[in-house]
């Protein structure tokens, strides 16, 4: 079983910056894919971006692609999701997810991430 915990999230207007934080509560596997989703009312659960633990190579969504960085950090227990050029788009709850075993044509996938933290909320005002 694997605990995830986001912090980080807020309010702030467009153009901003917020850093999310996901707190694991093992130590990723070399087979694990932790990613980023984000939940607007209304809306279907959409990918935001994943990292592969392997190989640290990160994959993005169009739309946040050039401004959002997801990285880890060396006790390989947490993920951030640094947030630049903010807009009101962005407004949702951002989830982190892992995942072992997912393949690429997988990632952008809610259904193949075993694991999900609960949520933090982020506003965008324009």
């Known amino acids: 079983q694997v605990q995830l915990v986001e912090s980080g999230g807020g309010a702030v207007q467009a153009g901003g910056s917020l850093r999310l934080s996901c707190a694991l509560s093992v130590r990723t596997g070399s087979s694990t894919t932790v990613g980023w989703f984000r939940q607007a009312p209304g809306k279907e659960r959409e990918f935001v971006a994943s990292?592969?633990?392997?190989?640290?190579?990160?994959y993005y969504a169009d739309s946040v692609k050039g401004r959002f960085t997801i990285s880890k950090d060396n006790t390989k227990t947490t993920v951030f999701l640094e947030m630049n050029g903010l807009k009101p788009e962005d407004t949702a709850v951002y989830y982190c997810?892992?995942?072992?075993?997912?393949?690429?044509?997988?990632?952008?996938?809610?259904?193949?991430?075993?694991?999900w933290g609960q949520g933090t909320q982020v506003t965008i005002s324009s």
């Open positions: 990292m592969f633990r392997n190989t640290g190579r990160a």
């Open positions: 997810a892992s995942g072992t075993r997912l393949i690429l044509s997988s990632i952008a996938r809610p259904d193949a991430y075993d694991y």
